[in-house]
């Protein structure tokens, strides 16, 4: 297979027409249809403007009055008819229903608290715990030591319920800190 040389080739030259250059001359057809479209609305543009102009103060040909009906009043007392019997018994038997209440405990779960992060130098965990200052929530950085590196984690509470640590969780991500989590406090 013989090798083709493309550099000693020519380039074809405007194989496609630029998109952002525009033909200004119009095709032959639709020029007759432009001409048809402006004579129309040249004639009935100020036809329906002449209209809604003639008919804007006259008055409806025909009125309709309302009608008018008499009401006779009388004096006749309409009895309601007796309530019938009813087929269940539940109604009898709320009435006399008597409601146990049971004993029962609210368990408390303990105390939360938020981690936004863990960081392995404690200038990255500042700079987190800066960034949470600004929303105007307090961090703290507690430094955890494990067998083969040292962590420093960012964190927030203590929090007495979880619905407290939620709320400054939802603050924090609208502030654009999104990595926090809520871990019961050990």
Request: some cysteine; charged content about 30%; overall charge positive.
């Amino acid at each position: 297979m013989a090798h083709q040389d493309y550099v000693s080739r020519s380039r074809v030259k405007n194989k496609k027409q630029s998109p952002y250059k525009k033909n200004i001359e119009p095709a032959q057809g639709s020029s007759l249809k432009i001409k048809l479209i402006s004579t129309f609305l040249v004639i009935a543009l100020p036809s329906f403007g002449y209209l809604l102009w003639s008919i804007k103060d006259k008055q409806p040909a025909v009125v309709i009055a309302p009608k008018i009906i008499k009401v006779k009043k009388t004096t006749e007392v309409v009895e309601l008819p007796e309530l019938p019997q009813e087929k269940w018994t539940y109604v009898d038997d709320l009435k006399s229903k008597q409601v146990e209440v049971g004993q029962y405990e609210v368990k408390k779960k303990g105390p939360y608290k938020m981690q936004c992060g863990s960081f392995r130098t404690r200038k990255q965990a500042e700079s987190l715990k800066a960034k949470i200052a600004f929303t105007g929530l307090e961090a703290q950085v507690g430094k955890s030591v494990g067998s083969s590196s040292t962590w420093y984690k960012v964190y927030l509470g203590p929090y007495d319920k979880k619905r407290n640590a939620e709320k400054d969780k939802h603050k924090l991500k609208n502030n654009a800190i999104h990595a926090c989590k809520i871990w019961g406090w050990d």
